[in-house]
């Protein structure tokens, strides 16, 4: 049974820093693409970072680029956003979410997720 379980999420001020962590069982993580996904309140999910399976090939959101990074330590079964300069409209529930089926170096449809961590930044 997949499962991932998101960690991390907290408050923080403008230009603050958090990482988020999200565990997965399941499924062998290397051949898995998985990512990062957040919706603000009120606002439509987007996607944050994807980390292609079997790869490091990754892609982010043009609104993270430079600030946000996404990377797995498979000996631990946990994926990680490293979220640095966060601004107030990173603000939102952030989801890991697993396509566990994937070819290498590709993507296809999400079929698992986590059940999200708040990320919440002040002015």
């Known amino acids: 049974q997949v499962r991932l379980v998101e960690s991390g999420g907290g408050s923080v001020q403008a230009g603050g820093s958090l990482m988020l962590s999200c565990a997965w069982s399941?499924?062998?993580?290397?051949?898995?693409?998985m990512a990062w996904f957040r919706q603000p309140l009120g606002k439509e999910r987007e996607v944050v970072a994807i980390l292609y399976a079997d790869s490091d090939i990754t892609f982010y959101h043009n609104s993270v680029k430079g600030r946000f990074t996404i990377s797995r330590d498979i000996s631990k079964n946990t994926l990680y956003l490293q979220m640095n300069s966060l601004k107030p409209e990173d603000t939102a529930m952030y989801y890991c979410?697993?396509?566990?089926?994937?070819?290498?170096?590709?993507?296809?449809?999400?079929?698992?997720w986590g059940q999200g961590t708040q990320v919440t930044v002040s002015s």
């Open positions: 979410a697993a396509d566990p089926s994937a070819p290498r170096g590709a993507c296809g449809a999400f079929g698992y």
């Open positions: 399941g499924y062998q993580s290397s051949g898995a693409c």
